[in-house]
């Protein structure tokens, strides 16, 4: 690498380096969050603060102290009475009374305490860089007087649970009464844990800044195991586990935290959602109402991790979270880091993935450290997992999927908003009626949304349109259409892409009849339906076998399993594409290699949501995770296997009938 660029990395390196350098006073109130004003109290035990903007333009109690140059000249011009030394301190408490509403960040540090990771006495709690940084989405929320709703996904220890409590503690003892908190961790002891540090900093909390003249401390509150109170302020703790469920149901409280939510347990009975429905679920969204869920990864597709995606999903989604997700990489954390003892040759030798750590905003030093570091595991996956670089390398390290989830990352850049939602209809609901005056028709409470229009330019092998079926009542799997236009197939790099799809619950003889004239709106295009429900349901005397037999007569672009020559000799014809061991296998591995080559577009977020949940179970069988659904999936699995094995899109002169011929396994 020329000398230059090194330079020049260096140089970057160094301003990295500087942000663990900042000047951070929080009793000054130097360096710390929020705009600042500097003011000067020559007599006060700070002399020189930095307070929040905010504080000035709203407390005259400050401008009156610098006004008059201190307290003493305070007290003896406005409050006209000699200057005591009692007199002086009332003026001075009442001062921090008011700098704490406004300044967590003081507060904390002035009256509260954390356990040091290297043990001994506890000392006054000075956040580090990540609780600062969440802190900062915290505080943001609070000061425009949203609901505090927050997602954390975590990376090793650096604090993110003793700041949430710290924050709620600051809450209940600082801006509200009678506001009731919840802590819920995976087991008991984790909740008693953080339960214990808030008790912990209560003992040496000053009684004069709640006006109370006794200690201030958790008392047991009617007997109960699980609730204490803290009767200055009457706000009530409760704790308790997924283990217990029952003891947080049905409490009444305004803020909840929610500690290692990706390992609550998940039983016939119990299960995360239901639990934090029932925390949660009276928690009105108003101001200084507080939720936080806060897990380590545990995989791809559990509760936790389905609501990580939900958080991500773009401003206007109808399916977004409420909750910022926030995460933490191991390289934001201080102490990470190993001395570079020649920065050239560090430069020289970094892999690849040291590269990508480096655009990612690590230092050379934090990959000095990561270098040593990963020597001591033997499977570098489990380095990633407990070192996690970002949020896909946690929860792709921390389980076993079929699809690469960075693959995957890369297919979600092209989610977007379909163009159109509605229905397309036709003369009828059923029947070859139902194909006649096909047209689309708008309609916000449709199922089909439309990302591209179909061209009507006359383009044979153009659309592919699949189906896979589910079931009827609102709790079974949904039925999916899919359309695929292979047309940029013909362009070098071009890939199908994915432009419309239906997905809902329907009665089977109805869903193929909607799918065909799905197909006649795309220009007739081939219609592939998976055809193992309609081979073997003949539930409410709906025979539904004979239902593909009843397209073909009307619809003449189906998919078969029996070539034309096999039928001139007599083999029955079989319409559809069916699933078994054998076509599942071939589906499932071109599907790898398609996401693994980033081969298709991909515009909807479901779609990727399953396929991050997709695995191969114990016994061998691929499928969703528990509490998923893969029916998306299977439509572009079939769909762009098929579209990989049929020639290429060709233009057809008008007035030119595009050859129909029967596409089956055996063309294929």
């Known amino acids: 690498m020329e000398r230059s660029n090194h330079v020049n990395i260096i140089a970057e390196n160094h301003r990295r380096l500087m942000k663990f350098k900042d000047e951070y006073e929080p009793i000054t109130g130097k360096g710390c969050f929020h705009d600042r004003i500097k003011v000067e109290i020559p007599d006060c035990p700070i002399p020189v603060q930095y307070i929040p903007k905010m504080m000035y333009d709203e407390c005259p109690l400050v401008g009156k102290l610098v006004s008059n140059g201190g307290i003493k000249n305070f007290v003896e011009n406005e409050l006209k009475e000699p200057c005591t030394r009692g007199n002086f301190g009332s003026v001075w408490r009442n001062f921090i009374k008011v700098r704490i509403k406004y300044d967590f960040e003081f507060w904390a540090v002035m009256f509260t305490t954390v356990k040091p990771k290297e043990g001994g006495e506890d000392i006054p709690f000075v956040m580090n860089h990540p609780q600062r940084k969440l802190f900062s989405v915290m505080e943001t929320q609070r000061v425009e007087l949203e609901p505090i709703r927050i997602i954390l996904l975590k990376a090793r220890q650096w604090g993110g649970s003793t700041l949430v409590d710290r924050f709620m503690a600051w809450i209940q003892l600082v801006h509200k009464r009678n506001w009731n908190a919840t802590i819920c961790a995976h087991i008991k002891t984790s909740a008693q844990n953080i339960h214990g540090m808030y008790a912990s900093f209560l003992k040496n909390y000053p009684p004069w800044l709640l006006d109370a003249k006794e200690e201030i401390k958790f008392r047991p509150y009617m007997r109960s195991q699980s609730a204490s109170i803290i009767k200055e302020v009457q706000c009530k703790i409760v704790i308790g586990s997924s283990e217990a469920p029952d003891s947080v149901r049905g409490e009444d409280v305004s803020m909840a935290h929610l500690s290692e939510v990706a390992f609550f347990e998940h039983t016939e ?57 926030v995460f933490v990489s191991w390289f934001e954390i201080e102490g990470y880091s190993s001395p570079v003892e020649s920065y050239s040759k560090m430069i020289d030798s970094l892999t690849p993935y040291e590269w990508w750590l480096w655009g990612k905003g690590a230092t050379l030093e934090n990959i000095c450290w990561y270098r040593q570091k990963s020597r001591e595991y033997r499977d570098q996956s489990d380095m990633k997992a407990e070192y996690p670089s970002d949020d896909i390398e946690a929860f792709k390290h921390s389980g076993e999927t079929v699809f690469d989830q960075y693959k995957i990352d890369d297919l979600s850049k092209n989610v977007c908003s379909p163009v159109a939602i509605g229905e397309v209809i036709g003369s009828s609901s059923e029947g070859e009626q139902s194909l006649k005056d096909v047209h689309f028709v708008k309609d916000i409470t449709g199922r089909l949304k439309i990302w591209e229009y179909p061209d009507e330019a006359n383009i044979s092998n153009r659309y592919i349109t699949i189906v896979d079926v589910g079931g009827r009542s609102s709790k079974a799997d949904y039925s999916v259409i899919t359309v695929i236009d292979r047309y940029w197939m013909t362009c070098i790099g071009g890939k199908p892409v994915v432009v419309a799809q239906w997905r809902g619950h329907i009665d089977h003889d109805l869903l193929a009849w909607k799918a065909a004239r799905i197909a006649t709106y795309y220009n007739k295009c081939l219609l592939v339906i998976e055809s193992n429900t309609y081979e073997t349901d003949t539930t409410d005397g709906e025979h539904t076998e004979y239902i593909l037999d009843q397209i073909s007569e009307a619809y003449d672009n189906l998919y078969s399993r029996v070539s034309s020559d096999m039928i001139k000799q007599g083999i029955p014809q079989r319409w559809g594409f069916h699933t078994n061991v054998s076509t599942k296998t071939l589906i499932v591995d071109s599907m790898v290699q398609i996401v693994r080559e980033n081969g298709y577009i991909e515009h909807d977020i479901d779609a990727i949501e399953e396929l991050s949940v997709y695995e191969k179970k114990k016994n061998g069988a691929y499928g969703a995770m528990d509490g998923h659904h893969d029916d998306i999936l299977m439509t572009r699995m079939i769909g762009l296997y098929i579209s990989t094995q049929l020639p290429l899109p060709k233009e057809v002169k008008r007035g030119i009938a595009v050859k129909r011929e029967i596409i089956s396994e055996a063309t294929l």
């Open 269 to 325: 009975n119990n299960n995360p959602e239901q639990l934090i429905r029932s925390v949660c679920g009276g928690i009105i969204p108003i101001p200084y109402t507080m939720i936080v869920y806060e897990s380590t990864a545990n995989g791809i597709g559990d509760y936790f991790h389905t609501e990580w995606i939900r958080a991500n999903k773009e401003e206007g989604d109808k399916d977004k979270s409420d909750k910022t997700p």
